[in-house]
Structure formats: structure tokens, C-alpha cells
């Protein structure tokens, strides 16, 4: 993980090296510098869900012959799994954010993006851990990965403006993280050159309806997401336990 972790923000820093840095007003370094931000993004959710979602299905044959055998609850088992993701997703989201952070030129603060980063990863890793608990096949838990991507990246604003998406399914967006994180980012990023009236920062910001809530509000919503998931996947997991036994 660590090594993907270097390996892909190198990759993006050199793709879009000092793109934080150019004068947004000339869109074509305002599109660089968007991008960048998004794939900064993307990245602190590719990284750490993709094992998450497979941890389980692999793990399950040792979880349920020791919990049949009252060696742990599902609850210690949780916990312990919780607290090897936050020891692990901390480091490798400041070895990321470095890295990103000073190849791109993010302006915004250095505190504000790693926060960010690793809120939107562990929302991202208590989704998978949900549907990794759904499933008992590795191969199976594999399929799922385009679910637990894809209506994210579609539906969190930056490749098509809420308002075109159809209104039956608009509510959808709000079950995803990224939509929140994305927006969080967004005015962090450009909400300075917006207010220097800067036409392709304004213009952004109202596409991707970021101020559609308060800042504190997003970031309630993202820590109730990560507890609504975790919750479920708990619930999920013991049934499962339960009904094997």
C-alpha cells in the first residue's frame, strides 16, 4: 500500500507539477489545476479501499472458526480491524499528501488537505468494509469494486453538474463521500480566487453547488457517513456469523 501510495502521487506530481501554481485565470492552467486536485482525491480512495474491500472475504474462514470457538466477539474483531486501518491509513496518507502537496502547489493548507485526505479514506475503506462483509468470495468481493467506485465518481459533481443528473436519481449523491470531500476541496482550493473574482474559480464552485451547505456541515456529514457504514457492516457481519453457527 505504502509503495502504491508513493509510486501514484510521484506520477501525479510529475503529470501535474506545479499546476496549483499557474494563474487560474487562463482556463487551460485552471484545468490542470482542477484536475489535479480531483486525482489527489480519487487517489485517497482507490488507495485505501481496494484492500479493505478485499480483507475480509479473505479473512473470513479464520474469523469464523475462532469466533465459533469464543475467541474474540464480532465487535473485538471490528475494533481490532478498525484500529489497523487508522494505524495504517494515517502514515500513508501523509506520505501521499506530501509528496502531492508540494509537486502540484496546493494552496490550500497542508493540515485542511491531509485531514481531508483521510477522512474521505476511511469513509471510503467503511463502505468497502460493508460490502466485503455482504460477500464470502474474494472473486466476488472483486466484482464489486465498480460499484463501490464508479456512482462515486459519476455522481460527485466534477465530470457532470448536479443539476443535469436526473432528478429521480440526484438523491444518490448524498450516500456518496466523495461528493462531500470533492466540495470541501473545491472551496478550500479555488474559494480565494473566486473571491478575487476570478471567472473560472467562481464559475466552478457554483457548477459543483459547493455552497449548497455550510463547510462544518460537510464535514458532519462525512463522519456520519463513516459511522452509519461501520455500523452496518457490524450488523451485517455478525448476522452472517450468527447464521453460519
Not at 475462532?66 to 491509513?89: I, K
Request: aromatic letters at 16%; a neutral charge.
Amino acid at each position: 500500500r505504502y509503495g502504491f501510495s508513493v509510486f501514484m502521487s510521484v506520477l501525479i506530481g510529475v503529470i501535474f507539477l506545479d499546476a496549483g501554481r499557474r494563474d487560474p485565470a487562463d482556463f487551460v492552467n485552471f484545468q490542470a489545476h482542477f484536475g489535479a486536485l480531483i486525482m489527489i482525491l480519487m487517489l485517497s480512495m482507490f488507495g485505501t479501499a481496494m484492500p479493505s474491500l478485499l480483507a475480509f472475504p479473505e479473512e473470513r474462514p479464520v474469523f469464523l472458526r475462532e469466533y465459533s470457538t469464543n475467541h474474540y466477539s464480532v465487535v473485538s474483531y471490528f475494533v481490532s480491524r478498525l484500529t489497523t486501518e487508522l494505524f495504517v491509513t494515517f502514515p500513508q496518507m501523509l506520505v501521499g499528501v506530501t509528496i502531492q502537496y508540494h509537486l502540484v502547489g496546493v494552496q490550500m493548507n497542508f493540515g485542511y488537505l491531509y485531514a481531508l485526505l483521510v477522512t474521505l479514506a476511511m469513509c471510503s475503506t467503511a463502505m468497502a468494509v460493508m460490502l466485503g462483509c455482504s460477500v464470502e468470495d474474494p472473486k466476488m468481493a472483486t466484482e464489486f469494486l465498480p460499484i463501490l467506485f464508479v456512482p462515486q465518481m459519476l455522481l460527485a459533481g466534477f465530470f457532470v453538474s448536479p443539476s443535469l443528473i436526473p432528478s429521480w436519481l440526484r438523491w444518490a449523491q448524498y450516500l456518496c463521500s466523495l461528493t462531500y470531500a470533492v466540495r470541501l476541496g473545491l472551496m478550500a482550493e479555488f474559494g480565494e480566487c473566486a473571491a478575487e473574482n476570478v471567472q473560472s474559480c467562481k464559475r466552478v464552485l457554483v457548477d459543483t453547488e459547493v455552497y449548497e451547505l455550510e463547510e462544518y456541515q460537510y464535514w458532519l456529514i462525512l463522519v456520519g457517513l463513516f459511522v452509519v457504514f461501520r455500523l452496518s457492516a457490524l450488523i451485517i457481519l455478525r448476522k452472517k456469523a450468527t447464521k453460519f453457527f
